[in-house]
Each structure stands twice: as structure tokens, then as C-alpha cells.
């Protein structure tokens, strides 16, 4: 959502028109064979899944407009100097936060020695198939470090949830997490962990109203809004790109 503090509209150019909006929100349980938290060689790790829920992402849209002639007598006195007409049109949209397939991750380190999750590898498997790894992020778990006897929590990030499918199983894997080292400091251990939960999604509903403004904003800010407008149009069309490899 685009904020618009220096923009000097006026009233509604028509009634705003409600409409109904939607979206899908997951739910994520584990599977019951799944235990929650998994102990190995002194390492405990708990894996849970995000809480979901709907949010208002309007969509605010910003055009240079010719003023009509109505309009033009009301902005006498104004001071116009750059600054640029514009209609602001807004888009009522619901969406879902977080956006991502997102779990919470809780290292219990039980061993005497500090716990690096730099090594291992983590991955997602959505209704039976590999997800990429262009469309996970597990950075926090690879440059995780846990001293003896300590206990952290970080997260850990799968694809986009337009990408996965309405129901399904999501598989969540880890391997070669070290659980020992001797004296020296060398791996004398690795282990892996799995845990597998089902996916589903519930249809949220709101009504909501659109509606369109005209009036005058600041030529910066406008241009501003225009530079952003461009790079979020490049992420997206780099995410599609990753989605597709």
C-alpha cells in the first residue's frame, strides 16, 4: 500500500462502489506421526509452523491527469508549482501474511559445545516434489550459533504460497546437522532430521469499498512513487523467473 502524505485531493470523483474481496488462508498442522521437537546425539530441534491470517493490502494506483474545468477553478489560489494532477485510485485488496511458507525453528543446544548449523542443508517438499532452492531461505539456520546448554529460535523460509498447491503434504528436511565434534573441534557426527505437516487453505471474505480522488501531489513524491512502482515490478517478474527453474 502506496502512502500518500503529500497528495492534496479532493472529493471522491463518484460514490464508492463496494465490493467483496477474497483470499486463501492457510492452515498448517503437523502430521501425527510428526513429533514437534526432535532430539539427536544432544541437539533438540523444534520445528513449527507460522500462524496465518488475512490482511488489507489495498492497491493504490496514481495517474497524472488532465484537470476538468470544474477542477481547474477550484485549484485557483493554490499554489501549484511542482506538483502534478493526479487521480488516486484505490483497490481494495485481501491478502496473507506472511506471504512466504515460513517456520519457526527452536535449537535447544544440550552438548558442551557450541552448536553451528554452518554446513547443513535444509529442504522443502511440497505435494511430493522439491521445491528449488531459489524459492527457500535458510540463511538464519546455516549462520546459527548456539553456545552449550543454550536455547535460540530463528526462522526458516519456503516458496511463495501462490506457488503451492491448495492441499497437500510439506515435507521439512534437514541433513547433515553436526551433533558432535571431538576435541579438536572436528565433525565426528551428523545428523538428520524430517518432520511432515499437512497444508490446507480457508476462503477469508470482507467487503470493502474502492473508490478515486483527484488533486494535486508533490512532483517528487510522485516521481518517487513511479521509481518504486518500477523496481516492485522487476522482483516480480524475477520471482516468476526463479519460480520456473
Known amino acids: 500500500m502506496i502512502a500518500l502524505t503529500g497528495c492534496q485531493t479532493g472529493q471522491p470523483t463518484h460514490r464508492p462502489q463496494s465490493t467483496s474481496i ?10 501425527p506421526e510428526t513429533k514437534e521437537a526432535q532430539e539427536k546425539g544432544g541437539v533438540e530441534i523444534a520445528v513449527v509452523p507460522a500462524l496465518y491470517k488475512a490482511v488489507r493490502l489495498d492497491q493504490v494506483i496514481i ?10 477553478l477550484s485549484l485557483i489560489g493554490q499554489n501549484a508549482a511542482n506538483k502534478v494532477f493526479v487521480a488516486k485510485t484505490t483497490i481494495p485488496r485481501l491478502g ?7 517456520f519457526n525453528l527452536r535449537i535447544n543446544n544440550k552438548l558442551a559445545r557450541v552448536f553451528r548449523g554452518q554446513g547443513a542443508v535444509v ?5 511430493g516434489k522439491l521445491v528449488p532452492f531459489g524459492n527457500t531461505d535458510y ?5 546459527g550459533i548456539v553456545p552449550p546448554r543454550n536455547e535460540t529460535e530463528l526462522k526458516i523460509y519456503g516458496p511463495s504460497l501462490s506457488l503451492i498447491p491448495e492441499k497437500g503434504t510439506i515435507g521439512i528436511f534437514l541433513y547433515d546437522v553436526v551433533t558432535a565434534t571431538d576435541p579438536a573441534g572436528n565433525v565426528t557426527e551428523k545428523q ?13 471474505e470482507e467487503t470493502a469499498e474502492s473508490k478515486t480522488t483527484r488533486g494535486l501531489m508533490d512532483i517528487t513524491e510522485y ?11 522487476v522482483r516480480a517478474a524475477h520471482g516468476q523467473l526463479l519460480s520456473q527453474e
Open 123 to 127: 529442504q522443502f517438499n511440497v505435494g
Open 192 to 204: 538428520n532430521y524430517e518432520w511432515y505437516f499437512n497444508y490446507s487453505t480457508q476462503i477469508a
Open 223 to 233: 516521481q518517487q512513487i513511479k521509481r518504486r512502482e518500477a523496481t516492485e515490478q
Open 63 to 72: 495517474t497524472p491527469e488532465q484537470p476538468t474545468m470544474r477542477e481547474q
Open 22 to 31: 477474497k483470499c486463501s488462508v492457510p492452515s498448517v498442522n503437523a502430521l
Open 139 to 143: 540463511k538464519e539456520f546455516i549462520n
Open 96 to 102: 496473507v501474511q506472511p506471504e512466504r511458507l515460513q
